[in-house]
C-alpha cells in the first residue's frame, strides 16, 4: 500500500529541487531542505525492501535507479567525447555511480547533479550492513553521521566527497529507517518537538554565525544544513500517518512516477536555456530573466518526460506509459456459455 503522504514529500521535494535550480532563491534551501528529506524518504523505503525482499533489495534498488542515468549517459558522454573529453576507464562510472564519473567543461556543470546518485548507491550497498546496526544501537547509529560531520567541520578537515556527503546525508537515510520501523511515531511528541527544537536552534545558530559564499545558502554551509534538515526531517516524518492510501492528486503521482528523470535532465537544460540565453543577449538574472527562463525550462522538462520517462516504467516492470496514474481498465470479459467449460487459471502474469 503506497503512503500517499510520503508521495506527497517526494513531489514536493523535486519541486522545490528544479524551483531552487532555475531561480536560486536562497530561502527555498532553508523553507524546505529537499535532498535531505528525499534521503530520509528513500531510507524509508529501503529498509522496508530490506524487510520484504532482505538482500536481493538492493539489485532491485539498483536495477529502479540505474537505467535513467543510463539513458542519459548514452546521450551525453558521447557529446561530451566529442567535444573534448579524454577517453578513460572512468568513463565507466557513468554505468555505476561509485565515483564522480569523468566529465569536460560543459558536461561538469550541466551534469554536476548526478551526485546524487553516487551518494544514493553508496546509501543503498551499505543499507544491508547499516540496518542491523541501527536495530541495535538505533540512537548511537543516528548520532555518528551528525558526529562524524562536526568533527570534519571543526577540524576543518577535507575528505573525500564521498565521506563528506555519508556524514551529511547518512543522518537523515537512517532516520528514514527509524521512521519505517515506526521510532520516530512511538516518540512523544514533546520530546520530538523538543528535539527538533534544539537540532533547529543549534542549525540556525551555526548558520547565522558562518555563512557561506551565497549567504545562507544551506548548500554552503554542511553542518547547519545537517542539523537544520535533522530538524526539519523529525517533523515531517515524526507526524507522518502510518498509511494514507488516499488518492493522489494525478501531479502528485506524475512527480512521483517521473522523480529520477526529471532531477537528472532539467539541470542540463538549465544550464543550456541559461547560455543561450546569454549568447542572444536576453537577460537571464533578475524577474525578467528567471520569469521566462522559468516558463522555457518547465517546457522543456516535460518534453524530457515525454521522451525519456519511459525508462522509469522499464526500470520497475510498470506498463509503459506517456503520463502516468491514468485510470485502470479493466479488461473485458467475453460472456461464457455454460456449456462450455470454464478455462484453467494460469499462474503468473505478463508482468511478473
Not at 541559461?274 to 518534453?303: N, Y
Amino acid at each position: 500500500m503506497r503512503n500517499r503522504y510520503l508521495d506527497l514529500l517526494r513531489a514536493i521535494a523535486i519541486v522545490r529541487v528544479v524551483v531552487y535550480h532555475c531561480t536560486g532563491w536562497v530561502a527555498l534551501t532553508i523553507a524546505f531542505p529537499a535532498m535531505s528529506v528525499m534521503f530520509a524518504l528513500a531510507g524509508s523505503l529501503m529498509a522496508a525492501s530490506l524487510d520484504r525482499s532482505g538482500p536481493i533489495a538492493v539489485e532491485r534498488r539498483l536495477r529502479r535507479l540505474l537505467p535513467s542515468l543510463w539513458m542519459l549517459s548514452v546521450i551525453a558522454v558521447p557529446a561530451m567525447l566529442l567535444t573534448g573529453l579524454a577517453w578513460d576507464w572512468k568513463i565507466l562510472y557513468w554505468a555505476f555511480p561509485l565515483q564522480d564519473p569523468p566529465a569536460n567543461g560543459w558536461g561538469s556543470m550541466a551534469l554536476s547533479a548526478t551526485w546524487y546518485l553516487r551518494d544514493f548507491v553508496w546509501l543503498v550497498l551499505l543499507s544491508p550492513l547499516a540496518l542491523p546496526v541501527f536495530r541495535r544501537f538505533p540512537k548511537l547509529s543516528v548520532a555518528a553521521p551528525y558526529a562524524a560531520l562536526a568533527v570534519i567541520t571543526l577540524l576543518g578537515l577535507t575528505p573525500h566527497a564521498i565521506v563528506r556527503d555519508m556524514a551529511l546525508y547518512g543522518g537523515a537515510w537512517l532516520l528514514g529507517f527509524a521512521h519505517h520501523d515506526g521510532m520516530l511515531r512511538r516518540l512523544a511528541r514533546h520530546r520530538l518537538l523538543g528535539l527538533a527544537a534544539l537540532l533547529a536552534g543549534l542549525g540556525a545558530a551555526w548558520i547565522l554565525t558562518h555563512p557561506g559564499p551565497r549567504g545562507y545558502d544551506l548548500n554552503d554551509i554542511p553542518l547547519g544544513n545537517a542539523l537544520w534538515s535533522a530538524a526539519f526531517v523529525l517533523v515531517a516524518l515524526g507526524f507522518a500517518p502510518a498509511a494514507t492510501a488516499a488518492r493522489a492528486s494525478r501531479l502528485v503521482t506524475v512527480l512521483n512516477a517521473r522523480a529520477l528523470t526529471i532531477y537528472l535532465w532539467h539541470v542540463p537544460i538549465i544550464v543550456a536555456v541559461t547560455r543561450i540565453g546569454e549568447e542572444h543577449g536576453l537577460p537571464v538574472r533578475g524577474a525578467v530573466g528567471i520569469g521566462w527562463r522559468f516558463v522555457v525550462i518547465v517546457a522543456l522538462v516535460v518534453l524530457a518526460v515525454a521522451l525519456f520517462g519511459w525508462v522509469e516504467d522499464f526500470a520497475v516492470g510498470r506498463r509503459l506509459t506517456l503520463v502516468p496514474g491514468g485510470p485502470a481498465r479493466r479488461p473485458a470479459v467475453a460472456p461464457v456459455s455454460p456449456a462450455v467449460p470454464p478455462l484453467r487459471q494460469v499462474s503468473g502474469s505478463a508482468h511478473g
